[in-house]
C-alpha cells in the first residue's frame, strides 16, 4: 500500500515502517572525525600551556588528524564540529595548585576549563574541555593544550596510558 500523504494528527511514531523505495535528505555522516590519546606519560614545564602530542589514534575517518609532528586536526570538509579533550596532570612530590585544559584555534586560545585546588592535597586531576567551532575545511585548524602548576620547582606530567587518561577529538556535526 503506497502513502501518499501523511497527515500529522493520524501518524504513530511508534509504528514500524517498511520502506521499499529510496530515502533521502535524511541523516548524514559524523566526518570527518578522530579521536586520538597520549600513549606514556611525559613531562611538562611547570605553569606553561603545553601542546598535548595525543600520538595514538583510535579514529581519524579521513586522516585529518596528524599523530606524529604537529599534533593538530586540520579537518578537509566545511561545517562546525564539536571539539573535546582532556588532560590528566599529575606530579611527583608535590601537591597540584591548577590544571587547566584549552582548545587552540590557528594558534589562539578560543575555550578553556581548569581546576584550582586550593587545599593542595590532589597529586592528579583530569579536567576536560568541549566546544562547537566553524572550520573552513582548507586551512583551520584545532589543538589541546594544558596547563599545569604546582607553585614550586618539580616535575609537572600528562599523564599518558592506553586507558587514554589524555585524549583528544573532533567530529563534524549534522547540520
Known amino acids: 500500500m503506497a502513502i501518499d500523504k501523511i497527515q500529522s494528527e493520524s501518524i504513530n511514531l511508534a509504528d514500524n515502517f517498511a520502506f521499499t523505495g ?25 605553569n606553561v600551556a603545553t601542546k598535548l602530542a595525543a600520538n595514538t589514534e583510535v579514529l581519524d575517518t579521513n586522516n585529518c588528524y596528524d599523530n606524529s609532528t604537529n599534533y593538530r586536526f586540520q579537518p ?10 582532556m588532560i590528566n596532570g599529575q606530579t611527583n612530590g608535590y601537591r597540584l595548585y591548577f590544571v587547566k585544559t ?3 584555534k590557528n594558534g589562539s586560545e578560543i575555550a578553556t576549563n581548569g581546576n584550582t585546588i586550593n587545599d593542595n592535597v590532589l597529586y592528579r586531576l583530569g579536567v576536560g574541555v568541549q566546544s562547537i567551532v566553524d572550520m573552513n575545511g582548507s586551512s583551520d585548524y584545532v589543538e589541546l593544550f594544558g596547563h599545569i602548576d604546582i607553585h614550586a620547582n618539580g616535575t609537572e606530567q600528562f599523564l599518558g596510558a592506553s586507558t587514554q587518561p589524555c585524549y583528544f577529538g573532533a567530529y563534524k556535526i549534522i547540520t
Open 22 to 46: 529510496t530515502v533521502t535528505g535524511a541523516g548524514g555522516a559524523n566526518t570527518p572525525a578522530f579521536h586520538a590519546y597520549l600513549s606514556s606519560t611525559v613531562e611538562v614545564a611547570n
Open 76 to 85: 578537509t570538509t566545511a561545517g562546525k564540529y564539536f571539539v573535546y579533550g
Open 102 to 104: 584549552k582548545i587552540y
